[in-house]
């Protein structure tokens, strides 16, 4: 009995939480990375699993594919942990799946270079929206497998034989790849023909590869300088001879067209912009499903059609061909940046201002984009574009984006973690988050009305949609081959005074007529450059959606 309740003393805890401490699991660096493969290939695969087993289910092809999962994370893992830094490198791995399990599970998002780039291009506010509570859960439960990584101590061997050891590992994983694979290999060669995607599902190959893939593409350090283009535009006729023009560009974020009141939807989302004389246009599709693929591309030459993603990037956009024309070009920001469409140009960082009006918490509303539109415009006489780059509809704390007296529908929900609200609630919320934007673009259209000292227009397209549920999908940033419409299909809008229209000989009636057929953001290098008459070898015509309603 004494030996019991000496056994129970609190000051006999310090001895067992020491002795604990002190306890080793002694394994060569290959019976380390062999457990640490199965580990990953049964407690970080949920969502792989789901996708790839069907129900019920067939044990031969689990078996093919869990040893084939077993073998890819052990050949990365066989190049990635080495001496010293083994330990922080898996440790930092297991977090990292269970995070990329959690968001993967929440949202039904894939893992590839694209999502990658986005989370490492991403600013903290952006960042912020996405840390509920909820991943906690993930995180807590891989604790089990760091404490347990933190007891193992690796037996010691001279280098020479480690290195051999090391690649016997990487052939020895090789063949087990192989060995999965030949197992069922009739199945998994019609598995991956028609279920490429579901790659991307495996954790943490997929999060290493697209990391590996960015880093490659864009190495850290000095930014590398874009290559110009379009080195012959010149600008006929010169602003000079004639009254200028101001022509906003309204990039929005994260709005589909399949919520877009002009275009159908049951919901009138656009009570402003249908008061106003604005063409709209039903059939318009993004170049990608994300902003950091998107917006480079939409100012692009090479767009979707030639998609070129080392080109789009490696170059300047179509705003430093305005510019050197001698088209003034300002990028206005309430965003996470431009992703270099304005490197070197003006930029207004506008996110973090203070404005008590429109600002709120660590955010400014749209609002901001037009507040003192008109006075940035006046501060220079000759032609030139101002693009407006929207917080819009950022998810997923959509109920963010707007002030109060914009929530028209509820219950609206209120919280990054959708999984705690019911669909309803987040398509209220959304499309809340879209009559604000119809208000910032009836305030813009309005502000430029009233310019009589120059020709305005105005343009709205949205960068990428969004998924509200659809198919267990919420979000953006789903590989564009896979990705759903409601993803790539955007709303777009213009708008054009009667200066415009009088002295560019724009006939309205005609855009109109036009504007009901497919478009795409390829659409959009051509026809910026055709509103302003810049000209250039790069100039498409039939790209241009205005040139056919231009009387000569």
């Known amino acids: 009995m004494n030996t019991i309740l000496r056994t129970l003393a609190p000051a006999a805890w310090g001895d067992h939480l020491r002795a604990a401490w002190a306890w080793r699991l002694r394994l060569s660096s290959e019976a380390m990375i062999l457990w640490a493969s199965v580990y990953f290939t049964l407690a970080s695969n949920a969502m792989f699993w789901k996708a790839a087993v ?17 073998a890819v994370n052990g050949f990365l893992l066989a190049l990635l942990l080495w001496p010293r830094l083994w330990r922080a490198t898996l440790i930092a791995l297991i977090l990292l799946a269970a995070m990329a399990g959690h968001y993967m599970s929440a949202y039904g998002i894939y893992i590839d270079a694209d999502m990658v780039r986005n989370v490492v291009k991403t600013d903290w506010r952006e960042a912020h929206d996405l840390l509920g509570w909820d991943l906690l859960i993930p ?60 790659r991307y599902l495996v954790t ?49 974020e994260t709005a589909r067209a399949a919520n877009w009141g002009l275009s159908g939807y049951t919901r009138q989302t656009t009570p402003a912009l249908a008061k106003r004389n604005v063409v709209n246009y039903p059939q318009v599709s993004a170049c990608g499903s994300s902003t950091e ?20 990037r490696g170059h300047q956009s179509v705003l430093h061909i305005l510019q050197r024309a001698g088209v003034r070009v300002l990028w206005r920001d309430n965003q996470s940046g431009c992703k270099g469409v304005c490197s070197g140009l003006e930029i207004q960082d506008l996110h973090a201002r203070t404005d008590a009006d429109v600002c709120e918490g660590n955010r400014c509303y749209d609002q901001i984009l037009v507040k003192d539109l ?9 032609d030139q574009v101002i693009v407006l780059h929207m917080l819009g509809n950022h998810g997923p704390t ?38 604000y934007t119809d208000h910032v673009l009836g305030n813009t259209i309005d502000a430029l009305a009233q310019m009589s000292d120059y020709d305005t227009a105005m343009i709205y397209v949205s960068d990428h949609g969004e998924s509200l549920g659809e198919n267990g999908l919420f979000l953006h940033g789903m590989p564009y081959a896979i990705a759903p419409k409601e993803q790539l299909q ?63």
């Open 54 to 70: 069907p129900s019920p289910i067939q044990i031969r092809w689990a078996f093919s594919l869990a040893v084939l999962i077993t």
């Open 139 to 198: 995180l807590v439960t891989a604790v089990p497998a760091v404490l347990l990584v933190t007891r193992i101590e690796l037996t010691r061997r001279p280098w020479t034989r480690a290195l051999l050891a090391r690649v016997a590992l990487l052939v020895a994983m090789a063949l087990l790849g192989a060995l999965g694979a030949a197992t069922s290999l009739q199945a998994l060669s019609s598995f991956l023909r028609n279920q490429r995607e579901v």
């Open 204 to 252: 943490p190959a997929n999060v290493v590869v697209s990391l590996a893939k960015v880093i490659s593409e864009e190495p850290p350090g000095k930014a590398r300088v874009q290559l110009p283009i379009g080195e012959d535009a010149v600008q006929s006729p010169a602003a000079g001879e004639r009254k200028p023009r101001l022509l906003v560009l309204v990039v929005g």
């Open 293 to 312: 693929v998107s917006l480079p591309c939409m100012f692009s030459p090479y767009g979707r059609k030639d998609y070129d993603e080392k080109a789009i």
């Open 374 to 382: 008109a006075q940035q415009a006046r501060t220079h006489r000759g």
């Open 398 to 435: 959509y109920a963010e984006r707007y002030p109060r007296q914009f929530a028209r529908f509820t219950p609206e929900c209120t919280t990054s973690d959708l999984g705690r609200c019911e669909r309803e609630q987040i398509v209220n919320a959304y499309d809340n988050a879209l009559l």
């Open 490 to 552: 955007v709303p777009m809008v213009a708008w054009f005074s009667h200066g415009w229209q009088q002295h560019t000989r724009l006939d309205i009636h005609c855009v109109r007529q036009n504007a009901t057929v497919p478009y795409s953001h390829d659409n959009l290098f051509h026809t910026l450059l055709g509103l302003t008459d810049v000209r250039t070898a790069l100039y498409q015509p039939a790209q241009d959606l205005y040139r056919s309603c231009r009387t000569p």
